[in-house]
């Protein structure tokens, strides 16, 4: 049988383990440097990652996102993520079992039972703005993981955290595990040794196992209820206990503790939302127009454009990644064999100039009577493994956004725009969101 040979882009020559600290700690100028050296598909051999072969041609994106379910694995490549979250996370499962598991988490996060949970998350939004300093700068980011954190505990325990103590432990214990994660000290010795670093470091699986001790316990509990006769509630813990493969094995403790830790590690709404607030302080003309529609309440027009753009040019999630189970050929003639990592580079590709005129400028009037495009606009990835709860946070930005522009006279601190930093799992702003309520 004729075997066509396989090759991957070139990329920078410098040693495995500079290209992973440029990565860690530098990562958006290193990506943009080697995409003007060596194009819109490049290689990086970085030491503990792995090798990578970054795409920024949509065309490529296409490929990846279209590609047959069972071609394309997931990928244990990013950082922090398996061991955070778990191998039995919906994220880290291959086919079949990927699907299924979607199919049991997703109800929530769609239709009429999402548009339920608008009038608790303004609740939960109003609560957090009422806690605010006047007059004082604060950090918007924290505030902004408080509220999202409040909201998808509602969504997977159907109780509010404030109001049930058991919930209210289950909640420190989340927060603990953050704040030890995004310790500025860990992320660098993070940059230097990996995520084997992580996973063997005592500290951190004492805090990841009072999360899932926590957490289980309230599995435990609404198992006994269960068995009792109490009919399971509406929440993702009642679904995950009544769902199954398609064989019918009931889904394991594991899958339901690695399960509930993903869902309840939502990083990316506060930090979008933190990101929002940023570039709309520094844009009092765009704020004002978001302000008055907001007040008018007639539509979410700009809004919606509003959420476009500050997911475009400052995607939470930098890089999604797949793992080859088949050889995947490239724009450029290159292919890639199994088993090479690809990652679609959503700061890449949000930043082509062919696509995003003055790409580094926040206008959401681009977004204007316009639908994003599928491959060119990718913040919550695509393809089979897209973020299966876009269209929650969608909804949740939105209550957020309005419920703060309504209740409070919000300033900037300071008038340089803040730079990106690194968060554990995610690209946040450096000051963390620095704001002033007048
Ligand atoms: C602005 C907010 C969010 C952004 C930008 C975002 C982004 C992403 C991205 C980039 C992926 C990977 C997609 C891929 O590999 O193609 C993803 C997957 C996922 N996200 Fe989100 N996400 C957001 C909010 C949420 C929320 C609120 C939840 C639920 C609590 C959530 C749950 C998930 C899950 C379960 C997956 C895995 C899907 C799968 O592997 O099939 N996300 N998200």
């Not at 490929?63 to 490549?77: E, I, K, L, Q």
């Not at 310790?183 to 940059?191: E, G, Q």
Request: aromatic share 6%; charged share 25%.
């Amino acid at each position: 049988m004729h075997d066509r040979s396989t090759s991957l882009p070139p990329g920078p020559p410098m040693p495995a383990a500079l290209q992973a600290w440029r990565w860690t700690r530098e990562p958006l100028p290193f990506l943009g440097r080697c995409r003007h050296r060596y194009g819109d598909a490049f290689t990086l051999r970085m030491s503990h990652a792995g090798t990578w072969v970054v795409l920024s041609d949509p065309a490529d994106v296409k490929r990846v996102f279209t590609a047959a379910p069972d071609a394309m694995g997931a990928s244990t490549a990013s950082a922090v993520i398996e061991p955070l979250l778990g191998r039995r996370s919906v994220m880290l499962l291959d086919e079949p079992e990927h699907l299924t598991r979607r199919r049991i988490i997703l109800p929530p996060f769609h239709g009429q039972r999402m548009a339920g949970y608008a009038d608790m998350t303004a609740m939960v939004a109003r609560r957090e703005v009422q806690r605010w300093p006047v007059g004082e700068p604060f950090e918007l980011w924290p505030r902004m993981q408080s509220i999202t954190l409040d909201v998808i505990m509602n969504v997977v325990f159907g109780e509010d955290a404030e109001t049930n103590p058991r919930l209210g432990r289950v909640r420190e214990a989340l927060v603990a595990m953050t704040e030890w994660l995004n310790d500025p000290r860990r992320l660098a010795v993070l940059a230097v040794l990996g995520p084997r670093w992580i996973r063997g470091h005592r500290g951190f699986a004492r805090t990841r196992g009072a999360v899932a001790d926590a957490v289980m316990d309230e599995v435990r509990l609404r198992r006994g209820a269960a068995a009792h006769g109490v009919p399971g509630g509406n929440d993702m813990i009642s679904l995950l206990l009544e769902g199954s493969y398609e064989d019918g094995r009931p889904l394991s403790d594991q899958d339901l503790a690695d399960e509930l830790i993903t869902l309840l590690s939502d990083g990316p709404t506060s930090t979008t939302l933190a990101w929002a607030f940023e570039r709309l302080l520094r844009h009092p003309d765009k704020l004002e127009l978001l302000r008055d529609e907001v007040r008018a309440g007639e539509d979410d027009t700009y809004m919606e454009a509003v959420i476009r753009e500050t997911l475009r040019l400052c995607p939470p999630v930098p890089v999604v990644v797949r793992r080859l189970l088949a050889p995947l050929e490239l724009e450029s003639g290159h292919r890639l064999p199994t088993g090479t990592t690809v990652a679609p580079c959503v700061s890449l590709i949000h930043h082509r100039e062919d696509v995003y005129p003055e790409p580094d400028a926040f206008r959401p009037e681009r977004f204007l009577g316009t639908t994003p495009g599928t491959y060119t606009w990718i913040p919550f990835g695509g393809g089979v493994r897209r973020c299966l709860a876009a269209s929650f946070a969608n909804q949740e930005m939105k209550q957020v956004l309005s419920t703060v522009l309504r209740t409070v006279d919000l300033r900037a601190v300071g008038s340089a725009s803040e730079r990106v930093a690194r968060s554990s799992i995610a690209f946040v702003p450096d000051r963390r969101a620095l704001a002033l309520v007048a």
